[in-house]
């Protein structure tokens, strides 16, 4: 009965580097939600999405961030460009369902380092 | 909109004392009020949660909250701390929808 599994689990990408973080939900579960945390602060929603579909991106930065949910395969967390101020731990959940969406269950998070 | 105030970023308590972190929210609707556990380098473990049921809810290892609209507060507690029990701890809020709104943390150290 695996949980949401997220890899990497740490990442270390130099400046103008790409990153792709992955995300698996718990099985049966289709609603994939990606949240950042900052040092220091709290979880930020950044975007959810369902299977082939980007419901609400309204917490992504604008340009070099995007996400996508296949109908085969993870959840890919895509940051292109990396800048310093992108180093964060990011934090993939999932929900069964649409009514139950604040229901989440959270993956291990990776943290990414950009030097 | 929601917003989360975690009161106090830092908390020690001695081993076997009270444990109490404040969690005060602003919702415009009846909120889902949800407290998380982040162990060192590790994701977030829900402790409990509140979906308008009993406003005293039970969570895991003996964690507690009650919820209280006239205050807008979602207090955590433990009667007895362990060592195992530091971490930090996380308040979240959910207006019935997707966007959990999480409040800054707040570090629990326990003493010996």
């Known amino acids: 009965n695996a949980g949401v599994m997220q890899n990497p689990r740490h990442l270390v990408r130099r400046r103008g580097q790409e990153a792709r973080l992955r995300c698996s939900p718990m099985?049966?579960?289709?609603?994939v939600y990606w949240y950042r945390q900052l040092p220091e602060e709290g979880l930020k929603f950044m975007v959810y999405?369902?299977?082939?579909?980007?419901?609400?991106e309204s917490g992504m930065p604008k340009e070099r961030f995007s996400a996508e949910f296949p109908k085969e395969g993870p959840s890919i967390l895509r940051i292109q460009q990396v800048v310093r101020g992108d180093s964060a731990a990011y934090f993939c959940?999932?929900?069964?369902?649409?009514?139950?969406?604040?229901?989440?269950?959270f993956g291990p998070g990776t943290r990414l380092t950009v030097t | 909109a929601q917003s989360v105030t975690q009161l106090g970023s830092h908390v020690s308590v001695s081993e076997g004392a009270l444990v109490l972190l404040r969690c005060n929210y602003s919702?415009?609707?009846?909120?889902?009020l949800f407290w998380y556990v982040q162990y060192p380098n590790q994701g977030l473990q829900l402790l409990l949660k509140?979906?308008?049921?009993?406003?005293l809810v039970k969570g895991i290892n003996d964690f507690e909250a009650e919820f209280k609209k006239s205050e807008t507060s979602f207090h955590l507690t433990k009667p007895s701390a362990h060592m195992s029990d530091a971490a930090e701890y996380f308040c979240?809020?959910?207006?019935?929808?997707?966007?959990?709104?999480f409040g800054a943390g707040t570090t629990v150290t326990v003493r010996a």
């Open positions: 919702s415009s609707v009846p909120p889902y």
């Open positions: 999405l369902q299977k082939e579909n980007i419901i609400d």
């Open positions: 959940a999932s929900s069964p369902s649409s009514d139950r969406a604040y229901e989440q269950y």
């Open positions: 509140y979906t308008s049921a009993a406003t």
């Open positions: 979240a809020v959910s207006d019935n929808d997707y966007k959990l709104s």
């Open positions: 099985k049966g579960h289709s609603h």
